[in-house]
C-alpha cells in the first residue's frame, strides 16, 4: 500500500500510473496467496484471472507512457501449496504485506 503513496508531480498520467502499478501489483500478490495457500477452486480461478488480467493492464500502462516493460515471466497459475498446514499458512494479506516490506526494504 506504501507504493500508492506518490507524491504528485504535476503529471497528471506519470502519477496515474505510478499510483495504479502498485495497486494492480498488489491484487496479483493476493493472488498469488490464493494460489499457494488457497483450497476453494473457483476461489482459485478467480486468482488465476487477476493474475493475467493485472499484468495485462500493467503492461498497458507502462507502453502508454513509453516505459520499459518488466521481463516476462511465465504466469504462475498452478502454484502449489507450500505448507500443508494451513493452519501454519499466512493470509493473503499477511503475504501481500510482507511482500510489500521486503521490497521497500530493498529500496
Known amino acids: 500500500m506504501s507504493g500508492m503513496a506518490v507524491k504528485p508531480t504535476g503529471d497528471v498520467d506519470a502519477d496515474f500510473t ?3 502499478i502498485p495497486h494492480h ?6 493472488a498469488l496467496a490464493e494460489l499457494r495457500y488457497g483450497k476453494n477452486e473457483q476461489l482459485r480461478r478467480i486468482a488465476q484471472e487477476i493474475i493475467v ?5 500493467i503492461a498497458a500502462m507502462r507502453m502508454a507512457l513509453g516505459q520499459p516493460l518488466p521481463p516476462s515471466m511465465p ?3 498452478q502454484v502449489q501449496p507450500r505448507s500443508p498446514d494451513l493452519k501454519t499458512a499466512p493470509s493473503p ?6 511482500m510489500h516490506t521486503n ?3 530493498s529500496r
Open 18 to 20: 505510478a499510483m495504479m
Open 103 to 105: 521490497k521497500d526494504q
Open 25 to 30: 501489483q498488489g491484487a496479483i500478490d493476493m
Open 75 to 77: 504466469v504462475p497459475t
Open 93 to 98: 494479506m499477511q503475504t501481500h504485506m510482507h
Open 53 to 57: 488480467e493485472q499484468q495485462q493492464e
